[in-house]
């Protein structure tokens, strides 16, 4: 029987396109209607909404890193408009590059290309020898300068998601090299929206004969002896059995104990302890409004204090159809802001940004929607819980294992869930063992 994939994330779709390449027929059961996992769109009202703030990495005009690696092989590369420059800042009441460390003043410059050289220069396998170091020490042996300071806490956010004294140095310097050495920075879909990628990802998956049924809730794990002997989903009211030779789990890892309880303790307690690992949560709030005004093609950093780079308080504001002509209707522009908050009030507080950021604009809002979301699983939040800190891609059982953003892999976001599909992959085809 064909391997069998529960989730169609990014990680489980990027296994299945690796499988479907080398000649299995996976079947990938999703549980909602649409793929991508928490890297989704959906339609509301006339546009098309992504499931947050998300941009892609970017090379030569398509999706770049491990994900754009599989989808040139699947023969289905993705057009993405650069963001140009990737990141900005809003402070002083202007919207300033981050490009070229422009936020910093010119003579600490310098400074910043140095460790920057420094950090391009460590081998990447010894990278993992600051896994369990904080950014922070890294940088406070080098420099006390507050500015300098402030810097790491903004680009560890960036990068890894957590503030300086929270993220790992050795994920921060692994996600840096790969973001310099393998692409030319983010991009976002010409023609769609962030879907898009897993969309692909799922024609070329189709295309070689796999399978991608939406709709299907994997409700059960059966295990016999050391293997699991059956799944069984519902699709539509009707409940179906499955006997793999191979299930791959991509939600996060520790919902296969609602599934599976014979596991050996000890991998039980580490499975549990990535639980409450993930960051944010956030609150992404939506505006149409009914006639555009903003062209910036970047992410804008929006300090909400008077101190614009205190950790955790970055909101950030983007406008997808500055990139893309298909996610509102001609003549109208969609706004993004995310906010680090939840509650009563975010929208409001939003529109006080978008307000503050563009003063003389009065734009007219067709209409608000909102939703929580937390955004990366098991990455950072501790320092090392990173890397070797992760589950492995394989289990105490020997049919299961398992991929997605808990799971070991590199990589900023979706490229995370990516980079642990290669690694099972590797494994798969009689590669590293890690059990
Ligand atoms: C607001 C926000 C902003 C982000 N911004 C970026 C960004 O700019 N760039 C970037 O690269 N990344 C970004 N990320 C991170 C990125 O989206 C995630 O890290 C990545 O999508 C996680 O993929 P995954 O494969 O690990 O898991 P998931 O996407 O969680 O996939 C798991 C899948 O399994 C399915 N599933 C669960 N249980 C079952 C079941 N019983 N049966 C069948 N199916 C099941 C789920 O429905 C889901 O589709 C952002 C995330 C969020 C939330």
């Known amino acids: ?25 996976p079947v990938v059961l999703e549980r909602e209607c649409r793929v991508g996992g928490r890297a989704t ?28 690696e599989i989808l040139h092989k699947l023969g289905q ?36 290309m140095k460790f920057a ?40 956010y960036f990068a890894v998601t957590a503030k300086a004294d929270k993220a790992s140095a050795g994920e921060y310097f692994r996600v840096l090299q790969i973001a310099t050495s393998m692409c ?41 002896g050391d293997r699991i002997s059956a799944v069984l989903y519902t699709k539509d009211g009707d409940t179906h059995e499955i006997r793999p030779d191979k299930i791959v789990f991509n939600p996060p890892v520790y919902f296969i104990l609602d599934y599976i309880k014979e596991f050996p303790k000890e ?7 990535m639980k409450g690992n993930h960051t944010g949560p956030s609150t992404q709030v939506y505006f149409l409004l009914d006639s555009p005004f903003l062209t910036t093609k970047s992410l804008i950093l929006l300090p909400e204090d008077a101190d614009m780079w205190q950790p955790g308080e970055h909101c950030a504001l983007f406008s997808p159809s500055t990139c893309s002509q298909t996610v509102a209707p001609p003549g109208k522009q969609l706004i993004l802001i995310a906010v680090p908050y939840t509650g009563k009030s975010v929208e409001d507080r939003a529109l006080g940004l978008l307000k503050e950021v563009f003063p003389d604009v009065e734009p007219h809002i067709d209409w608000v929607h909102s939703f929580e979301t937390k955004i990366v699983d098991g990455l950072a939040k501790h320092v090392g819980f990173v890397g070797r800190h992760k589950m492995g891609v394989t289990s105490p059982l020997k049919n299961l ?8 892999g590199t990589g900023p ?23």
């Open 117 to 156: 050289a420094e950090i391009r220069a460590i081998p990447y396998e010894k990278t993992h020898e600051y896994d369990d170091t904080p950014v922070i020490e890294w940088v406070n042996q080098r420099t006390q300068n507050p500015i300098l300071l402030k810097h790491f806490n903004l680009s560890s």
């Open 267 to 273: 991998f039980t307690e580490k499975v549990k302890h």
């Open 41 to 68: 769109s959906y339609p509301v009202k006339e546009c098309l909404l992504d499931s947050g703030w998300h941009a892609s990495y970017y090379k030569n005009g398509y999706v770049g890193g491990a994900i754009g």
């Open 77 to 112: 590369p993705l057009k993405l408009e650069k963001l140009n420059p990737p990141l900005c800042m809003y402070r002083n009441g202007k919207i300033e590059s981050v490009v070229g460390f422009n936020h910093v003043p010119a003579e600490l410059r310098p400074v910043l």
């Open 1 to 25: 029987m064909e391997p069998v994939i529960v989730g169609a994330g990014i990680g489980g779709l990027c296994t299945a396109s690796l499988l479907s390449l080398s000649g299995e027929k």
């Open 401 to 408: 294992f398992f991929v997605g953003d808990t799971v070991e």
């Open 184 to 224: 030319e920075g983010l991009g976002y879909p010409v023609n769609g929206c962030i879907k898009s990628i897993a969309d692909s990802l799922r024609s070329g998956i189709e295309s070689l004969g796999g399978t991608v049924v939406t709709g299907a809730d994997v409700v059960q794990m059966d295990v016999d």
């Open 413 to 435: 976001g979706m490229e995370l869930p990516a980079d642990s599909a290669k690694k099972l992959f590797s494994v798969l085809q009689g590669g590293e063992k890690n059990l």
